[in-house]
């Protein structure tokens, strides 16, 4: 079964665009192993859009950019597989893709038999110009395309949200679906595009998990989404705390060739990677701040294995006390139990509490933590 956790990986877009070649997929393609990034779970390697010819050959076949790619596409496929990675390629279910190179559609099964000839084992199809067919049906057509090839391949529906996704998107065999628009380099869109997926977790589950858009952590302001000064190393923590909290799928989008220690620390992070991979795969259930902060989110997280992970995220420029009130969960004063808490992210056992948990949040960052249930 595909999909069975969230996919991880890497993705071209937030940081190259158009600008990317042979020799920097393959660069990529060596770091993901040298630096741990295999290792750590990251294992698909994607070309965003803008790999291929503007026109398609005589015979109406995809062509990979002859610049770009002297060698072809199969031969860049083969160098990702020989490094024990996946290879991902990206296409769009309008007659172009976003960036205005070859669309698929009317072409979804010719294009799907030249995916499989070179050896994908993901499709991120975008949404860009697409006709007004509903969206269901563009979808499914193209994972009815990629199955006739007998390859598996992860099918990666980017609609952007629209048309409730949530709704159709494992149906039509979808492995992951874009549920927003796209993420830029700042706090703001962090915000912004989880926020709109808190209420729309309860269909993200193995075979199919929302997808809330590709990482900036890293990206500092540069690159293709990066804006001004970006964001800052809590807010990048905050942002992947939380897409581990959410279940999203993790593609990483710096140059990690050059990324920081700091980045590298925070993205190969085993505690919050094992959160988002849990087996289970159990969205949160969100509880209300009772200071009154309403931006706030405190997660509480069943876990396989009897644990539960709890985050708390403070989106406000100021440090915060916030607190998980256990009655708001569930679990009466009276009971008799409490949670023994150990911080994730420091690796401190913090104890048992006994009818709430509160810990000090510095300004737009993130604290995580293991619970266990213990009786007092
Ligand atoms: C859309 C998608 C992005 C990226 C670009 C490529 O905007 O949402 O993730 O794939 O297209 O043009």
């Known amino acids: ?16 665009t158009k600008d990317i070649n042979e020799e920097m997929i393959m660069q990529t393609a060596d770091t993901m192993v040298e630096k741990g990034l295999l290792a750590a779970g990251y294992e698909y390697l994607t ?11 005589a015979n109406g076949m995809l062509v990979a950019d002859h610049q770009k790619f002297p060698h072809g596409m199969k031969y860049v496929a083969d160098y990702v597989h020989s490094k024990g990675l996946k290879f991902g390629m990206y296409s769009c279910c309008g007659p172009k893709t976003c960036a205005g190179y070859p669309g698929s559609f009317g072409y979804e099964f010719k294009d799907a ?23 269901p049906l563009r979808y499914n057509r193209m994972a009815m395309a990629l199955k006739a090839t007998g390859r598996e391949i992860l099918f990666s529906a980017c609609n952007w949200g629209g048309e409730n996704v949530w709704e159709w998107a494992r149906s039509v065999g979808a492995h992951m679906y874009r549920s927003t628009g796209d993420i830029t380099d700042t706090f703001e869109s962090i915000r912004k595009l989880s926020e709109s997926q808190l209420p729309k977790l309860a269909t993200s589950a193995p075979g199919c998990f929302n997808d809330i858009d590709m990482l900036v952590c890293g990206l500092y302001g540069k690159g293709n989404v990066g804006l001004g000064m970006g964001c800052t190393d809590a807010q990048y923590r905050y942002h992947f705390a939380l897409w581990c909290m959410l ?23 085993k505690e919050l990677i094992a959160i988002n991979q849990d087996e289970e795969a159990r969205p949160p259930m969100f509880v209300e701040d009772n200071h009154g902060m309403k931006d706030n989110i405190i997660c509480f997280r069943h876990l396989a294995g009897g644990e539960f ?21 569930g679990l009466d004063p009276l009971c008799g139990y409490g949670f023994e808490i ?20 510095d300004a737009t960052d993130c604290r995580v933590f293991r619970a266990r249930i213990v009786k007092l």
């Not at 994908?120 to 509903?134: Q, V």
């Not at 799928?249 to 190969?268: F, N, Q, V």
């Not at 992970?309 to 969960?329: C, K, S, V």
Request: net charge negative; hydrophobic share 35%.
């Open 47 to 57: 070309i965003d859009d803008c790999w291929s010819e503007m026109e398609r050959d």
């Open 342 to 361: 150990r911080d994730l992210l420091t690796g401190e056992n913090l104890g048992v509490h006994r009818d709430y948990f509160e810990a000090k949040v």
């Open 247 to 269: 279940m999203s799928p993790l593609m990483i989008g710096c140059d990690i060739r050059t990324m920081s220690e700091e980045t590298y620390k925070l993205l190969t992070n």
């Open 309 to 329: 992970a709890i985050g708390f995220f403070n989106p406000y420029d100021r440090e915060q006390t916030i607190m998980l009130p256990y009655f708001e969960i």
């Open 113 to 135: 038999e030249y995916f499989a000839s070179v050896g994908i084992d993901l499709l991120k199809y975008d949404n860009c110009f697409h006709p007004s067919t509903p969206a």
């Open 1 to 16: 079964m595909l999909a069975k956790k969230p996919p991880m990986g890497w993705n071209s877009w937030n940081t190259f």
